[in-house]
């Protein structure tokens, strides 16, 4: 009996800090002005075709979430490079990683690569936990952006001060404040770097 309630004890103890862990790792959005929003599945598509990824290139993607561009456009061969500071939604992008992807194992071996602009694994993922504001852009052909209305000036800002001359950069949902998209299809804008 005794061993019986030390396990039921033990379980609920178990059960407990998993609620407040994930209270807490989820908690962390509420005090971020970019907190995790996934992109809906039927944006997905127009994204990478907007994008018109071609084999052998980098995407980057500022606040990758739960990688679900990261995925889709490493489906095209690319190699994508994901930012992100939620440890939740990084331990569950590097574990999907290390399963669709386990050649690559998350990308651990070509981080220095990535950091130089050399990597071009073939479709490969790899989620950093950085602050995106840091991000390299000048390794991106195409850089992902997904932000709430009043940081998009920033986000217009940083990748047009950041990125190389001829990336694509598709936003999800809300337009850069000053610049005019090359195209737009469902809520979904193309600019490129001139």
């Known amino acids: 009996?005794?061993?019986i309630i030390s396990v039921l004890l033990l379980l609920i103890i178990f059960l407990l800090l998993f609620v407040i862990i994930t209270f807490f790792l989820f908690a962390i959005?509420?005090?971020?002005?970019l907190p995790y929003v996934a992109t809906k599945k039927e944006k997905i598509g127009t994204i990478i075709r907007l994008a018109n990824i071609k084999k052998?290139?980098?995407v980057v993607d500022l606040g990758s979430g739960d990688g679900r561009?990261?995925?889709a456009?490493?489906?095209?061969g690319v190699h994508a490079v994901g930012y992100e500071i939620n440890p939740f939604l990084i331990v569950f992008t590097k574990v999907k990683a290390y399963f669709l992807f386990p050649s690559c194992h998350s990308g651990e071996r070509s981080d220095s690569r990535i950091d130089s602009g050399q990597a071009r694994m073939t479709g490969s993922v790899i989620v950093k936990r950085q602050n995106l504001w840091k991000a390299n852009l000048k390794i991106a052909d195409v850089i992902f952006v997904y932000g709430r209305k009043k940081t998009m000036q920033k986000f217009e800002d940083f990748v047009f001060q950041n990125a190389k001359r001829g990336a694509r950069i598709v936003v999800n949902t809300n337009a850069f404040p000053k610049k005019k998209p090359l195209k737009s299809e469902n809520?979904?804008?193309l600019y490129?770097?001139?």
């Open 192 to 194: 490129r770097i001139s």
């Open 56 to 58: 052998g290139e980098t």
């Open 69 to 71: 561009l990261l995925f």
């Open 1 to 3: 009996m005794i061993i």
């Open 187 to 189: 809520e979904i804008f």
């Open 29 to 33: 959005d509420l005090f971020l002005d």
């Open 73 to 76: 456009a490493a489906k095209s």
